[in-house]
């Protein structure tokens, strides 16, 4: 493992109220995803960032926001979490260019919207 | 747009059998294309990189360009190789796209 760990790893909220997820990396890795898990979507990237500030959309970033004021911590943020967003979220990271594929994924969090 | 498509959602096969696990993807430029493997109660992880043409835990993938297809294979399978399988393209040089994963079980 890349020394990658999410924070929390379950989480119960209400509709309506902000959630912050944390995904912290040892491995002084350049890259760092957000993906969520869901039956029959499969993996979805929401956001990935390629250096410090440096972030970008994926597929599925709405209603979603990221940070990424160091190296080895990424943030996503659902500002007024809603059903749908009810997953299981998955940070992951990767070293530079070059090796593009090759993740190394966090244990993920289990986040429910009540 | 870019997009990978696994057709088996399940995929069921008893011990000792060949294993074939289908994926097909769409991108107009130069593919590069990965298998991703999650164990129960494991974090996901890298399986195969077509690049590499590797072997590994007895599983190979090629890749067919004219088929648009990377399908993971194994000739004779282990109780141990139940598990949900992804495959994946990279696009953009960042970006890593998945399918939606078949779940595989090997029957004893």
């Known amino acids: 493992d890349a020394g990658i760990t999410q924070s929390p790893r379950h989480k119960v909220t209400e509709t309506g109220t902000p959630v912050t997820l944390r995904c912290h990396q040892t491995?002084?890795?350049?890259?760092m995803y957000w993906y969520r898990q869901d039956p029959g979507h499969g993996l979805r990237l929401i956001h990935y960032?390629?250096?410090?500030?440096?972030?970008d959309k994926g597929e599925v970033s709405d209603g979603y926001s990221v940070s990424r004021s160091k190296t080895e911590d990424f943030l996503l943020t659902l500002e007024s979490a809603t059903s749908s967003q009810t997953s299981v979220y998955f940070c992951?990271?990767?070293?530079?260019?070059?090796?593009?594929?090759?993740?190394?994924f966090g244990e993920g969090s289990r986040l429910t919207v009540l | 747009a870019q997009r990978v498509t696994q057709p088996e959602k399940l995929l069921s096969v008893f011990k000792g059998a060949p294993v074939e696990l289908k994926c097909n993807y769409s991108?107009?430029?130069?593919?590069?294309l990965f298998w991703y493997v999650q164990y129960s109660r494991q974090r996901l992880q890298l399986l195969l990189r077509?690049?590499s043409r590797e072997s590994i835990k007895g599983f190979t993938a090629d890749l067919n360009k004219g088929e648009t297809s990377f399908h993971l294979k194994k000739p004779f399978a282990q109780e141990e190789d139940s598990a949900m399988y992804y495959c994946?393209?990279?696009?953009?040089?960042?970006?890593?796209?998945f399918g939606t994963g078949t779940r595989l079980t090997i029957i004893p």
């Open positions: 992951a990271s990767r070293a530079g260019q070059g090796r593009s594929g090759e993740l190394f």
């Open positions: 491995e002084n890795h350049r890259y």
């Open positions: 960032s390629y250096g410090v500030k440096d972030t």
């Open positions: 991108y107009s430029g130069s593919p590069e």
């Open positions: 077509h690049i």
């Open positions: 994946a393209l990279v696009f953009g040089n960042e970006k890593l796209t």
